[in-house]
């Protein structure tokens, strides 16, 4: 076969036909050294590499990301460790609690000292009276005022995180010198809704709908359960009421 035929051969290949016969034949280089060695690709310093050459850059790149993301990984997962020691504390002073004020005042150091944010409210649901409420982190709200104000921020069951409007921020977090910009809200309820339990931080966009939201749902799976028969022995067994069912 003469020169001229085998580049004739050569040009009725097609890039996709030679790309599939080395998929299918990875072992093709194997039995033929020469071939590889003269094989040149450019580089991006502009100048040819061989075959071989460009498969350890390649390597060495991938080496480079999955470097990159393992020790990612490992940062997410320490964080991770340290987020769950914090609100095992929380949860645990939370469930030790005897009265409302204690809980909210657990509550209260653990957001701001712990986690380091710069507000936390539990807002409570009732017309009763409960002489020990509305201190601290700890507000009693009215049911129809709530659903006012909050609207259908209370028609959920998992954290609502943003920067919310202006009423809404004033709303759960009155009487501030220095005005919340972003909060996690996350509605208490267990067979009813009893109120929220929302977190607040100074910095606009510091909580926004990608963030993670587990730690405020094991919060608020506590406080949904510890709060209906505090409340009870607060009103002298008076039941607590639903506002979702209210609005309907």
């Known amino acids: 076969m003469t020169e001229q035929t085998v580049r004739k051969k050569a040009e009725d290949l097609t890039p996709e036909q030679v790309a599939d ?3 299918a034949n990875p072992d093709f280089f194997v039995e033929q050294d020469e071939l590889l060695r003269s094989l040149t690709l450019p580089h991006d310093s502009g100048r040819a590499i061989s075959l071989v050459e460009r498969q350890v850059h390649l390597f060495r790149e991938q080496r ?4 990159r993301e393992l020790v990612e990984l490992v940062s997410i997962a320490r964080h991770n460790d340290r987020l769950f ?7 645990m002073q939370v469930i030790e609690a005897r009265t409302l004020n204690d809980m909210a005042a657990a509550i209260d150091d653990s957001i701001r000292g712990d986690f380091g944010l710069d507000a ?3 807002l409570l649901f009732t017309d009763q009276d ?3 409420a509305s201190q601290g982190a700890l507000h009693v709200v009215g049911p129809e005022r709530a659903r006012e104000r909050l609207g259908m921020l209370l028609d959920g069951e998992r954290a609502v995180c943003g920067q919310f409007r202006e009423s809404e921020r004033e709303f759960l977090f009155p009487d501030r010198e220095e005005p919340i910009a972003s909060v996690a809200l996350v509605p208490l309820r267990r067979e009813e809704l009893v109120g929220v339990f929302a977190v607040g931080s100074c910095q606009p966009g510091y909580f926004d709908q990608s963030m993670g939201s587990l730690f405020l749902s094991y919060i608020s799976d506590t406080l949904s359960r510890l709060l209906p028969p505090m409340i009870q022995r607060h009103t002298g067994g008076a039941p607590v009421t639903d506002i979702t069912a209210e609005s309907r």
């Open 21 to 23: 016969y080395l998929r």
């Open 64 to 67: 480079d990301t999955l470097r």
């Open 85 to 91: 020691e914090k609100s095992k504390r929380l949860l």
């Open 120 to 122: 936390a409210s539990v």
């Open 130 to 132: 409960l002489p020990e």
